[in-house]
């Protein structure tokens, strides 16, 4: 419902701006408590049939995108017998029709020789019986046909462009995907209009709809020709019926107020939107605690009868109201042609058989015959109109379809390799800001603001600062998850901008602060580390322990298979009282949530911050220890001790390589040491707020303050300076020592 009208909106709107305060091209109405504002089409649009002939022509622009599609389906060899079939269905369907009526026609002219001799045909009538009896019995047979070939081919097609959405979104970069235009381009590209069904394959049933429309609408032409021609007033009888059925089809359509016009719904009143909040905060099993724990229940209710008692208006969805208020439309001129229409065959009926009384049967069956045979009629014809008339829309969305490939990454590809040799990444890799200056997209504030550094290969680097100093966002740069606004950052003194993306992070390790647990199994998220390890469960299992993770992840029920976000839901219904359990999982009736401090799923496995952080060490050791090609130069580490409190880490697998430390500083410290002898000189950076045994050992202490580096050096020199970090270190880092 949210996207159906939406999209017509979309199209007829693209080319204009829409301003909902603009009394001019904006028509607001008040629909309860919605503020509904409706775009004007421009006065040269206004004309009849211009907009929606201006609007047919656009199909022209989309066809080199259905061409493309057809291309594509017709590449799917596995559906090529699927489709043959449910093109002959169709087909045969289409002509059902003009035989079912050429049948009926003989039903006439057996009443009118019954008239007429007072004999009946038997031989004609047990034919046309026969014809008609099949033809029903075909209608049934090529129905059960389509349904058994329709739902494999939509299911080919689907999975063809399941494939082709995702690697068009897979690809996209942070500040692209983060683009609210772009959210909307996918949004309407990869929204199906029925939820079942692949754009592809409703434009294609669209398009074989309106062939087959052609080949039903001609012979059921010739049929009614033939067949009514020769009776008294059968083409007035026609002419009625069809006008009726014509005007009975524009009343209804009329309805469809936004139809290519953009427009936007709201409220403003603020009893709604509290009634609402309301209703979530108490549906919401996460603030059932806070409810229960504050005693909120009365207060709650009686706010929610409050808000409902003050509204400014009838309360109701939007388009509730929005049908109500097509139902209360005044009653249009076609719609009362349409009525009288509707009685004029019957008088005129009656006043040709108060002529000719004894033709009084041979009336009744022929305006039977006309009626149905002249509703199938316009059936057929008003469903070509509309067919022909929502394919624009179709193929339109074809079109956005395909362009969401195109959609250019905000961070623009180098060309250069990197690096020239692997071994080379075995001392490390080097990085230098130089003037560095950045704001993020849709940010006025600069987040980093002439920033200059140079580590060099090998070095471990230290980047402290209060919260919000822009220690991430360095990290972040170096990654090239976005590119400074103002400055060069280099790498083995190449700018990062000439150098290969891929390479670049391949070459690169981070584990951040705000470390996001995919809907994986543990096991897939800990080798997301290192992807080509995928398969291998010793190294995830080795990445596991020295992340401090295995013993934990062991106990749960389905170990390194666990899922904590289960991304498929069990379905029950009715299930005994009592059951606690189903297909090996905990029957959990509340929605899906996220606790503080950790995840619960639907599977009620719970973790606490410091065991999700322990994954997310886990993951990062598998790409820098454990990694095939060991091709790692860089360690970037995000507050790597944020979710650890003291106890957790005492918890560490005794058999962890580097579990000597009590401290988590100490740990990661250890992991540096090891990893210069194990993997030789890893260049590493550390952002922290911690000072002490990190920052000791440092080759270059960064003090962020306010997007800015305001003190540079080593630990020791930086406490002969005597600035902002000795202040600060000697206030905190005797808690670490
Ligand atoms: N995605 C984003 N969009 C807009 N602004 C952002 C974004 N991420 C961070 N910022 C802002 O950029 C500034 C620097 O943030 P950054 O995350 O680099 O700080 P930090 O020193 O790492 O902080 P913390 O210690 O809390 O992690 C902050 O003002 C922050 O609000």
């Not at 709650?300 to 409902?308: G, T, V």
């Not at 839901?569 to 606790?595: C, E, H, M, Q, W």
């Not at 860089?634 to 058999?655: I, K, N, V, Y």
């Not at 030789?680 to 440092?698: D, E």
Request: a neutral charge.
């Amino acid at each position: 419902m949210r996207r159906g009208r939406g999209q017509k909106t979309r199209r007829g709107s693209r080319h204009r701006n829409y301003d909902p305060h603009d009394a001019n091209t904006v028509k607001h109405t008040r629909l309860g408590v919605w503020d509904l504002y409706e775009q004007v089409d421009p006065d040269i649009i206004r004309l009849p049939g211009v907009s929606e002939a201006a609007r047919r022509l656009e199909v022209l622009n989309d066809l080199p995108y259905v061409w493309r599609m057809l291309k594509d389906v017709a590449s799917i060899k596995s559906c090529w017998l699927h489709f043959l079939i449910y093109y002959v269905v169709e087909l045969l369907s289409s002509l059902l029709p003009a035989a079912t009526l050429w049948f009926s026609g003989h039903y006439l002219s057996i009443i009118q020789t019954a008239m007429e001799r007072r004999t009946v045909d038997r031989e004609l009538l047990l034919y046309a019986s026969v014809g008609r009896l099949s033809c029903a019995f075909a209608g049934h047979a090529l129905r059960y046909f389509k349904s058994s070939v329709e739902f494999p081919l939509n299911l080919e097609i689907k999975k063809h462009y399941s494939i082709h959405i995702f690697e068009s979104m897979a690809r996209l970069d942070v500040p692209t995907f983060d683009d609210p235009l772009v959210q909307t381009r996918l949004d309407t590209a990869t929204t199906s209009s029925r939820n079942s069904h692949s754009l592809a394959w409703d434009t294609i049933t669209v398009i074989i709809a309106i062939s087959t429309s052609i080949v039903r609408l001609a012979s059921q032409l010739s049929v009614l020709m033939k067949v009514i021609g020769g009776q008294r007033d059968g083409i007035v009888f026609v002419v009625m019926h069809f006008g009726q059925e014509l005007f009975w089809n524009n009343f209804r359509t009329g309805f469809d107020l936004f139809y290519a016009k953009a427009w936007a719904a709201t409220t403003k009143d603020r009893q709604y939107v509290k009634l609402q909040g309301l209703k979530r905060a108490v549906n919401d099993p996460s603030h059932r605690k806070e409810i229960v724990a504050g005693n909120l229940e009365k207060f709650l209710s009686h706010e929610f009868r409050y808000a409902y008692d003050n509204t400014s208006g009838l309360v109701a969805d939007f388009y509730e109201l929005l049908r109500y208020k097509s139902s209360q439309a005044a009653p249009s001129l076609s719609s009362l042609l349409s009525v009288s229409l509707r009685e004029l065959p019957e008088a005129l009926y009656l006043l040709r058989a108060a002529e000719h009384p004894a033709s009084i049967p041979v009336a009744i069956a022929s305006m039977r015959l006309v009626q149905e045979t002249t509703s199938s009629f316009t059936n057929a014809f008003m469903g070509f109109l509309n067919e022909s008339g929502s394919i624009a829309e179709r193929f339109h969305k074809v079109r956005q379809l395909y362009e969401i490939e195109n959609i250019p990454n905000n961070v623009v590809d180098g060309n250069i390799s990197f690096p020239e040799g692997r071994q080379t990444l075995k001392s490390g890799m080097s990085v230098e800001f130089r003037n560095v200056s950045f704001k993020y997209p849709g940010s006025g504030n600069l987040a980093l603001r002439d920033v200059s550094f140079k580590i060099n290969k090998g070095q471990l680097c230290v980047i402290v600062g209060s919260n919000g100093s822009g220690k991430s966002t360095v990290l972040k740069l170096i990654l090239r998850l976005y590119d400074p606004t103002e400055g060069t950052i280099l790498i083995n003194d190449q700018d990062i901008k000439t150098l290969k993306l891929a390479d670049l992070r391949e070459c690169v390790s981070v584990l951040f602060q705000d470390y996001t647990h995919f809907p994986l199994s543990i096991g897939d998220n800990i080798a997301l580390g290192s992807p080509q390890c995928v398969y291998d469960s010793d190294k995830i299992r080795e990445a596991a322990r020295l992340g401090g993770a295995e013993s934990f992840v062991d106990g749960l029920p389905e170990g390194f298979g666990t899922y904590l976000d289960r991304p498929v839901r069990d379905y029950y219904s009715g299930i005994p009282d009592g059951t606690k359990s189903l297909f090996g999982r905990p029957v959990n009736f509340g929605a899906v949530g996220r606790a503080m401090g950790g995840v619960r799923s639907s599977d009620g496995v719970h973790l606490s911050g410091g065991q999700m952080q322990r994954l997310a060490v886990s993951r990062s050791f598998m790409r820098s220890l454990l990694s095939e090609g060991q091709n790692i130069g860089l360690l970037l580490f995000d507050e790597p001790s944020a979710a650890l409190d003291p106890t957790a880490e005492h918890g560490m697998d005794d058999r962890c390589l580097l579990s000597c430390s009590f401290e988590f500083t100490g740990f990661v410290l250890d992991l540096f040491v090891r990893l210069r002898n194990l993997r030789g000189r890893k260049t590493m950076i550390f952002s922290s707020h911690r000072f002490g045994q990190l920052t000791r050992p440092a080759d270059l202490i960064l003090y962020m303050s306010d997007s800015e580096i305001v003190e540079a050096g080593t630990h020791t020199e930086l406490m002969r300076r005597g600035g902002e970090y000795a202040g600060l270190w000697n206030l905190q880092a005797q808690a670490f020592l």
